[in-house]
């Protein structure tokens, strides 16, 4: 997993992943959300060190109509980060022997 979030952040460029960060950080999508015309399912992680549940999630629960807030408690969101499950693996063609357990 750790070479893998590696590989993710090399192959991003550093200056794709700074312009990532100002582009996440600084982004007002209130209005977006407000538009949403679907049933919506969010998911979110009340861990979160980065992205504060309060401050993403539950405030687009409450924009988004028709939205479903799926809560993981003491969870990240970031399940990528998290092994996957070995039917995961197999849709995914990941070898059993590169998995590190």
Known sequence: MIDSFWLQGIEAGRKNTFDCIKAFSETDFTE???KFDVPTLIVHGDDDQVVPIGAAALRS???????TLKDLRRRTARPHLHPPRPAQRRLAGIPEDLILT
């Open 32 to 34: 977006d959300l407000k």
């Open 61 to 67: 629960a409450k924009l988004v109509a028709n939205a």
